[in-house]
Structure formats: structure tokens, C-alpha cells
């Protein structure tokens, strides 16, 4: 049978990597082609990338291209010549009726894409795919009640999946093609150029005197590279392979080192101004300006950063881990990587002052090889620049044809009317009471999650549930006004809380068993048994939770920024008691009724005084911010006074 040793297609499969960067850099930044062609070609190219890279199943030679994944690579090209060819025909000469081979171009489009995402994220999400499909065809008709679906011709379910922006190449794809694509592109310079190794450098210089100092260095770092990856496994991968050694030497046991890798690198998809794909899809579902997205966004990662720090603190006191000694020099770390700083700055710059992410990313992506030219060891040549623009496609091939092949779904999800649906379950279930529906959308995402990766999971709860979070957080008045077609500007706070929910607990499946591949990767650096590394990164990362509720539940999303700024200061305090409750240690270990105090002191930080029924004698802070100040406070105090007797 004829094959191909993979070896022979390493320079092909270099070279036609960098062309699908550039391809995509030029169309980003100069245009050419309509929104449907260009997401056409983008599934294309990267799906024929990916049928010569990802072999058939996990028992096959890795070393092997057989002759059957180059003819999948060749047809994947045809989805886009083919609209290229004959889409101004099919509304020419045939006034919008599918003809033979639009039909057949039409099923081999959504044939491919539900191999090429079998063959890189597995069975759940194909699984998906084909249920969606199944259910508008045929399930539909056979099923009655709230679910019940009249159905769809064949032809017609085809037309909507391959011709228009509702399927494979509408507003999902346009986001994989656009942001994401090069996002993850400027990801790949930054990394190209040194930027990893600069992140590592820098954060053990200002966090390895703390103590636990290896521990502070693995959240500062995973932040701050969470800031270029937007990806929890590249993070993992990238920083753990440094950090999860370095904290075992400091003193930290293997599946403690792990956790905190992998809880530190969770955040890297909610750490400004990247925050992974899901950030892009947000703006575009919401219409909320990306630029809003990340600026509400600050604080709450930092709360959720701080918590992890928090934990490590306490950890470290409570096994007698010493400050880490590493004769590291701030200063010759800032002069040689300060040209880092360009870009970043380049990028954020850009946005605040109105261009679109898309332009600002290929700009900074020119910033960052202009800016390398600073140093000495590290410019950027013509190899480096090769070697970025292949890592960018090649690192863009899963979430590319994932994103592609989720349009089926949330497609499939919009022409049902599916999505209304089960809102109105929620609304249902839920009682009217918020916290049951966060509960319900919590457990939702853990299921969805053991199968679908964040965004994917991301997306299909935003879909079906966030109008029914938006519904539960808006007053009666509101809500009526909204509802009779009123613009009100409060609401799009409220929208944009409802779905940074969601997005947040869709990132608990990078860390909660079963399924939870960041503490996986974590797991095979430390060598310690993936399912005790989850349940130990699900523990310190509980700020996935805790953030949500406070989304719901204060005004640190839509609130004016002097709310947010004291939610955000009292809640950092409730972190540090939330964290001592839940390690029962401080300077010693808690009594029964210390450890309850620091509990209610968390509980009445991050609450409201609404929350609670009462009324406010304040009219900045809460009466409930205030008595849990002192309550912390006194029991801090009386817990000290106990060492000393």
C-alpha cells in the first residue's frame, strides 16, 4: 500500500505551514476575500495540515502518512475552490437551488470536518456533531414536547450548513480565522523570540524571596505567559517543565508542585489581553467591545491569581518550606528582556485606542521582530521567523478546526430553536433564584467539559444558557423593558456578566476529574497519578468558583469602577480567609471554631448587603464587608495571642 515516511514530508509540511501563516497574516491585515471564502479557506488549509500530521487512530505509526490521509488532505482543499468556483453560480444559473455537486461538495465539507476533529480532540465532540445533524434531519420529527423539531429538507440543512454564515464557515469560524489565528501567531513570535524564558527569569527574580518562593514563581509566571498563550496546556507544558521542578527542589511534594502548575495555568485563559479564543467569541456573540471584555476582566484574574498565591503561603508555612535562595538579579533581567515589553505594549495600545484585534496582533507581531533587534542574542533572523510562522499554524490546527466544526452545532442549535429552550428550563428549574441556575450551569459545564474542550464547552453553554442567566440577574422593570425591545445600557453589563459566568466555569474542565488534561500534562512533568494531581489542582483552584459568584452577586463586572475596586479589595481579604479555612493553618493549626469564624469572615467579604437582606449604612462599603473585616481581623488576632501562650 503506498505511504510516505513522514521524514520526507517534514520540509513540505514546514513550508506549507509558513504559507498558511502568511496566507492568513495578508488576508487579516490587507483583505481580499469575502468573510465565507477566507473561513472556507481557513478550514481548509488547516484541515489538510492536519490530516498529514494526525494519524488515524492513536495505535497508528506516527512515522507513516499512508496514501489515504494524503487523498483526505487533497479533498480537504475542496471546500474552498469549489465555493471559490461555483458559489456566484449556484445564484446565477441556479436562483439559489442546491445542484449535484453542491450537494456533494456540501456533505464532503461536513464529513471532513467531523474527521479532523475526531482525529484531534476525539469521539464527544464528533459525537456532538453528528447528534445535532441527526436531531434537524430526523430525531426532531420523532420527538414530542418541549423538544419536539418539525425537521428540515436535506438539501436545504446543507445549503445553511455550507453556503451561508449560519453552519461550517459562519460567525464561529470568522472568529478562528481572524482573532484567534492570529493571536496564536503572536503567541508564537513572542516564544520564538525568548519571551518564555524571560517570563520564568523575571518571576523568580521578584517572587522567589517569598517564601514558597518556587510555588509564587510558577502563578507569576503562568500569568504572565497566560498573557501570550490563552491555552492552559501550553501553559502547563511550556512553564511547568521549569517550575514543577523547581518547587519540588524548594521543598514542595510532586503532586502539590503539579497542582499548582496546573491551577496557575488554568489562568492563563482568563488573564488579559488574550484570554484564549473564548474571549473573541464572547465579543462577537455579545457585540461587547473585546476591549471592555479585558478591562472588566483585570481584577478578577487577579483575584483569582492572588488565590493560588494565597494557598501556596499557607501551604509553605504550614510544612516549614524556607524562603528559596536563587541569586537572581532583577536588573540584567529588565535590561536584556525589557524589548519584550514592546510588543505587549504595542498590543494593548492599539486596542485601547480603537483598532480592531485583528490589526493590532499583526502589527505587534512585526513589533516584536523590530523590537528584538534591541539585543544582542536574541534578534530575530529569517530562521526565527520561518520557525514562528510554522509554530503558528501547527499550534493552530486543533482549536482551527474545532472552532470550524462547532459551527455544526451551534448552528444546528440556532435554526431549532433549541437554545430558547432550554433557557427557559433553566428559568424553570432554577425557580427564579440565580444560585440554583449558576449550580445548574456549574454541573452542566463539568459534563459538558469531560468531553469538550473550553471553548467548545464555552460556546454550547453560552448558547443555551446565558439568556436565561441574564433574565435571573436583571430586576422585574428591567427585564420588562428589555424584553418589550428597549435598549438599556445596564444591561449590557449584566449580558457581559452572565457570560464571563459561563466562561469561567468552563474552565474547571482543565482541572476537575475525571477529564482534566492541564493537570494531566502537569501530572506526566511531575510524575505523580493524574487523578490525585486533578483533585489537588481542583482544590487550589476553588477561585473558578468563587469569581462567578461574585459575577452574579456584586458589581464588580457592572458596577461603576469605585464598586469595583472595593468588591475587589474586600474580596482579596475573603481569599486569604477562604484559604486559611480551607488549609486550617495559619501560624498553627485552627481550632474547630477559628476555622468556623474565618469561614463566616469569607462568607460576609464576598457577599453584598442586598444579598443578605439588609440595608446598607453606608454608602460606599457594605455592612457586611465591614463586619467581616473585623471578624477576620479579631480572629487573626486571637488566633496570634494563642501562640504566644
Given amino acids: 500500500m503506498f505511504s510516505v515516511k513522514k521524514t520526507k514530508l517534514k520540509k ?120 445535532a445533524i441527526g436531531y434537524i434531519l430526523y430525531f426532531g420529527k420523532l420527538m414530542s414536547g418541549v423538544f419536539a423539531f418539525g425537521g428540515m429538507t436535506v438539501s436545504r440543512f446543507l445549503y445553511r450548513m455550507y453556503f451561508t454564515s449560519e453552519g461550517l464557515f459562519g460567525s464561529i469560524a470568522t472568529i478562528s480565522a481572524t482573532y484567534v ?101 464572547m465579543a462577537q456573540i455579545t457585540q461587547i467591545p473585546f476591549t471592555t471584555i479585558i478591562a472588566v476582566s483585570v481584577l478578577p484574574a487577579i483575584l483569582y491569581f492572588a488565590s493560588i498565591g494565597f494557598y501556596i503561603h499557607i501551604h509553605a508555612k504550614k510544612n516549614h518550606i524556607d524562603v528559596q535562595k536563587v541569586d537572581v538579579k532583577i536588573v540584567p533581567i529588565l535590561r536584556e528582556g525589557a524589548h519584550f515589553f514592546i510588543p505587549l505594549a504595542t498590543l494593548v495600545g492599539l486596542l485601547i485606542y480603537g483598532f ?95 468531553g469538550l474542550p473550553v471553548t467548545a464547552s464555552y460556546v454550547v453553554l453560552a448558547v443555551l444558557s446565558a439568556p436565561a442567566l441574564v433574565g435571573l440577574m436583571l430586576s422585574p422593570e428591567m427585564a420588562a423593558l428589555v424584553g418589550a425591545g428597549v435598549t438599556v445600557p445596564e444591561a449590557a453589563g449584566y449580558l457581559l456578566a452572565a457570560h464571563l459566568i459561563i466562561f469561567w466555569l468552563s474552565q474547571d474542565s482543565n482541572l476537575t476529574p475525571p477529564v482534566c488534561l492541564a493537570a494531566f500534562a502537569a501530572a506526566g512533568i511531575a510524575g505523580t497519578h493524574p487523578m490525585k494531581t486533578g483533585l489537588q489542582s481542583w482544590i487550589l483552584g476553588k477561585g473558578l468558583y468563587i469569581m462567578p459568584l461574585l459575577f452574579a452577586f456584586t458589581p464588580l463586572i457592572f458596577g461603576s469602577w469605585v464598586e469595583r475596586f472595593e468588591v475587589f479589595v474586600f474580596a482579596l481579604i475573603g481569599l486569604v480567609a477562604f484559604s486559611i479555612f480551607v488549609e486550617n493553618y495559619w501560624d498553627h493549626r485552627l481550632s474547630i471554631l477559628e476555622r468556623f469564624l474565618f469561614g463566616v469572615s469569607a462568607i460576609l467579604l464576598f457577599s453584598q448587603d442586598s444579598l443578605l437582606g439588609v440595608k446598607s449604612l453606608f454608602t460606599l462599603v457594605p455592612n457586611v464587608h465591614i463586619a467581616g473585616l473585623i471578624l477576620f481581623v479579631a480572629t487573626i488576632l486571637w488566633h496570634k495571642s494563642k501562640e504566644k501562650i
Fill in 12 to 131: 513540505f509540511l514546514y513550508v506549507y505551514a509558513i504559507a498558511i501563516s502568511i496566507f492568513h497574516f495578508y488576508v487579516n491585515i490587507v483583505g481580499g476575500l469575502s468573510d465565507l471564502w477566507f473561513n472556507a479557506a481557513h478550514f481548509s488549509f488547516l484541515a489538510s495540515l492536519g490530516f498529514l500530521t494526525y494519524r488515524v487512530s492513536k495505535h497508528s505509526d506516527d512515522e507513516i502518512v499512508p496514501f489515504y490521509d494524503i487523498l483526505l488532505a487533497i479533498l480537504a482543499l475542496i471546500p474552498f475552490f469549489y465555493l471559490m468556483g461555483f458559489e456566484e453560480s449556484l445564484y446565477q444559473d441556479a436562483n439559489g437551488t442546491m445542484r449535484f455537486w453542491d450537494l456533494n461538495v456540501s456533505v464532503l465539507s461536513i464529513m471532513l470536518s467531523i474527521e479532523i476533529v475526531r482525529r484531534t480532540t476525539g469521539w464527544i465532540i464528533p459525537v456532538i456533531m453528528l447528534t
Fill in 181 to 281: 489565528f492570529m493571536f496564536i501567531l503572536f503567541a508564537a513570535f513572542l516564544l520564538k523570540s525568548g519571551a518564555g524564558d524571560f517570563i520564568v527569569d523575571l518571576s523568580t527574580a521578584l517572587t522567589s524571596r517569598f517564601r514558597g518562593g518556587a510555588g509564587h514563581v510558577a502563578v507569576f509566571s503562568s500569568a504572565l505567559m497566560g498573557t501570550i498563550s490563552g491555552s492552559a496546556v501550553a501553559n502547563t507544558v511550556s512553564t511547568g517543565t521549569i517550575t514543577i521542578p523547581m518547587m519540588v527542589r524548594n521543598g514542595f511534594k510532586p503532586i502539590f508542585a503539579a497542582g499548582v502548575e496546573t491551577a496557575a495555568s488554568t489562568g492563563g485563559q482568563i488573564m488579559p489581553p488574550i484570554m484564549g479564543a473564548g474571549a473573541f467569541i
Fill in 356 to 450: 480592531t484585534p485583528t490589526y493590532a496582533a499583526g502589527i505587534s507581531i512585526l513589533t516584536i521582530i523590530a523590537a528584538s533587534w534591541l539585543t544582542k542574542e536574541k534578534r530575530m533572523g529569517i530562521k526565527e521567523i520561518l520557525d514562528a510562522l510554522a509554530m503558528g499554524s501547527q499550534n493552530m490546527i486543533v482549536t482551527g478546526v474545532l472552532l470550524v466544526g462547532v459551527g455544526i452545532v451551534v448552528g444546528s442549535i440556532n435554526i431549532s430553536g433549541i437554545g430558547v429552550t432550554f433557557s427557559q428550563l433553566i428559568m424553570e428549574w432554577s425557580h427564579g433564584h440565580l444560585i440554583v441556575a449558576l449550580v445548574l450551569i456549574a454541573i452542566a459545564s463539568l459534563i459538558l467539559g469531560m
